[in-house]
């Protein structure tokens, strides 16, 4: 999520100097750079933590029926806020922040309030993280979700800095909810299953941000 808030920075100042079509190219070049500089990094490598795997966990099978609908649900709508959010939150910055900002403050002064809202909000997985192991998963889950309600409702009618603040609120809790979502599957599968249910983590949220443009 660093790497989300450095983006709309990058991409802001790119297109306020260099236009639209060059924040395609200019990432899409970098991207495929770090590719071939990973791949020659890594080609070799072994696996440093050898071949020991993770205890494996027993779970009833009513349970297990309960929490993959919560999981699931959970997922699709932290998957459809997350891109929403992200789609969203330049044009509503460019709509709200006029009265604030001087004059034409441009693409790249939204791009680096964005990018304040989103390094801040990164540090809610950290916090999280924490917050798990000291109150559970179930208690962690229920707080963050019923936290993002409110903040969404004075997004709706805010404006200027106070939309700031609620968008830092709304990114801190949506982006603190996705160790949540990782954690479950950590806890809950066995080893045998773990691949397979990161895998259908991704798919269900892939699903709920199918929806978010629209």
Same mark, same amino acid.
């Given at each position: 999520n660093l790497g989300?808030?450095?983006?709309?920075?990058?991409?802001?100042?790119?297109?306020e100097h260099f236009g639209w079509r060059a924040a395609f190219v200019v990432p899409g070049l970098a991207t495929m750079a770090l590719g071939l500089a990973y791949l020659g990094a890594s080609r070799g490598a072994t696996n440093a933590a050898g071949s020991r795997k993770p205890a494996s966990v027993a779970v009833p099978a009513a349970v297990m029926k309960r929490l993959v609908v919560v999981f699931l649900v959970a997922v699709v709508c932290n998957g459809l806020l997350f891109h929403a959010t992200t789609v969203s939150m330049p044009k509503l910055f460019d709509e709200r922040l006029s009265? /604030?900002? @001087?004059?034409? #403050?441009? &693409?790249g002064a939204i791009g680096a309030i964005i990018a304040?809202?989103?390094l801040i909000a990164a540090?809610?997985?950290?916090l999280v993280g924490?917050?798990?192991?000291?109150?559970?998963?179930?208690?962690?889950?229920?707080? /963050?979700? @019923?936290?993002? #309600?409110? &903040?969404?409702?004075?997004?709706?009618a805010?404006?200027?800095?106070?939309?700031?603040?609620?968008?830092?609120?709304?990114m801190f809790f949506v982006f603190g909810q996705i160790p949540i979502n990782d954690a479950m599957v950590a806890?809950?599968?066995?080893?045998?299953?773990?691949a397979r249910a990161y895998g259908l983590r991704y798919v269900a949220s892939f699903i709920g941000s199918a929806g978010a443009v629209l």
């Open positions: 989300l808030g450095a983006a709309a920075l990058v991409t802001g100042f790119v297109v009265g /604030v900002l @001087a004059g034409e #403050a441009g &693409l304040v809202v989103y540090m809610a997985q950290l924490s917050l798990i192991d000291r109150i559970g998963l179930r208690t962690a889950l229920l707080a /963050v979700v @019923a936290l993002q #309600a409110p &903040l969404f409702l004075l997004a709706i805010g404006s200027g800095w106070g939309l700031v603040a609620a968008a830092i609120g709304i806890r809950y599968t066995s080893d045998r299953w773990r």
